[in-house]
């Protein structure tokens, strides 16, 4: 009696004791798991894109860095028969002025020519055969795409002027400095050539660089982030030995 009365309470305690260790090594198994779990998280894709160097400290794709829309498409060859007709058109316009050295009011008024002597005989010819004249469509260009232009031209040139302002303002000593060398290295450029020319450069090289880039830019990156590191420390000796040298006068306390 004695042993069949000590049995329940063992079975209770041995039930309390199991469910204890049952519960410690489920906690202990979600722990581990949440622990792997954690472990096992992919790194997500922005903290990765963070760690990559991007050209001109850049965030966004090639194509809205062009701005986006057609003429980005052209710049990047998204059609390949537009980009190739524009750039053979710029092509054909620098030939014509530069290389056989047409003149532009020359070639508007033989254009002229060619166009009212085609339009006068197929009228005269039509209206012999037909006993009607034609109907020569009108021309007329729209004024939105110019004005859209004009303001596109007007806000670039006052943000360039801001710039430029801001430079002057003797605030930044680098960007002084990298604005100077470019201009002068500009004014070196156009001695060897003219306008048109030195237009029809950058034409064709923003028909080549950015849709070279845009393919080889995982190549491209870490060249440029190498050059960007040897720059900065060429500059910082720069700095150093020529920059700091230079005597400031004591600014003067802003008034409140």
Known sequence: MAEHSENPVE???EKITEKLNDHDSSSSSSSSDSEDSDSKKPVSPS????KIFRLFGRERP??????????ADVFLWRNKKISAGVLGGATAIWVLFELIEYHLL???CHISIVALAVLFLWSNAHTFINK????????HLPEEPFLQVASALTIEINRALAVLRSIASGRDLKKFLIVIAALWVLSIVGSWCNFLTLFYIAFVLLHTIP???NKYEDKIDPIAEKATIEIKKQYAVFDAKVLSKIPKGPLKAKKV
């Not at 903290?47 to 963070?50: C, D, E, G, L, R």
């Not at 090639?62 to 003429?71: E, T």
């Not at 009607?132 to 021309?139: A, H, K, Q």
């Open 106 to 108: 020359t070639l508007v």
């Open 132 to 139: 009607t004249p034609p109907s020569i469509p009108e021309v």
């Open 11 to 13: 079975s209770v305690m």
């Open 47 to 50: 903290s990765v894109k963070a």
């Open 211 to 213: 849709v070279i880039y």
């Open 62 to 71: 090639v194509h809205q860095v062009l701005g986006g829309g057609k003429p």
